[in-house]
């Protein structure tokens, strides 16, 4: 059974946002994200799997430092069938859902759209702003418009209903960080 990480003495903690992701570009965005709003994020990517659970997840935070103010947030993308129900069913926790990937949330910093999409689709869309982008990394200039943009992409997918193609609940997760930066 592993240890459950040390407990600082005497200090307030910030709590800390656990990110259960599925692939590379969320990770890579994430990270992008905790660097610009310079919050205690913590990224637990299960690349190219997409079977999260609770017991994976238990297992994960028994191994970290955990407070009672922490958060769990769940980011995977809805193009597998089945995977909205099983996600819903974890418990304490924040969904954070594209339909059908996360490019569609990156697209919505550059335009509006609401025709259903498959995910080559919002690739497709998206290259003809980031001509290279590559799935698991942005130019400088992508980095630019995912951080700039970020307060139209959030007005953008409030608009849209949940959970439906396409959408994205990402907006969530920057209000939450920017609430947090305000605290501090």
């Not at 310079?38 to 990517?45: L, S």
């Not at 259903?116 to 942005?138: H, M, Q, V, W």
């Not at 953008?156 to 960080?177: D, M, Q």
């Amino acid at each position: 059974m592993a240890r459950k990480a040390k407990q600082p003495k005497g200090k307030k903690m910030n709590p800390t946002f656990f990110v259960f992701c599925e692939g590379k570009t969320e990770a890579a965005y994430i990270d992008l994200l905790r660097r610009n709003y310079r919050v205690p994020v913590e990224i637990i990517a299960k690349i190219s799997d997409s079977n999260i659970s609770q017991p994976y997840i238990d297992r994960c935070l028994r191994q970290r430092f955990s407070t009672s103010n922490d958060k769990i947030f769940l980011m995977f993308d809805l193009d597998v069938a089945g995977m909205l129900e099983h996600l819903k069913s974890i418990r304490n926790s924040t969904l954070l859902l594209s339909n059908p990937c996360i490019e569609y949330w990156f697209l919505l910093h550059y335009r509006d759209t609401a025709k259903e999409l498959t995910s080559p689709e919002c690739i497709r869309l998206l290259k003809n702003f980031e001509a290279e982008y590559d799935k698991g990394g942005f130019t400088p200039n992508m980095m630019k418009i995912l951080i700039g943009n970020i307060e139209i992409a959030s007005e953008r997918a409030k608009a849209k209903p949940l959970y439906l193609n396409p959408s994205s609940t990402f907006h969530i997760f920057v209000e939450e960080l920017k609430r947090l930066k305000k605290v501090r």
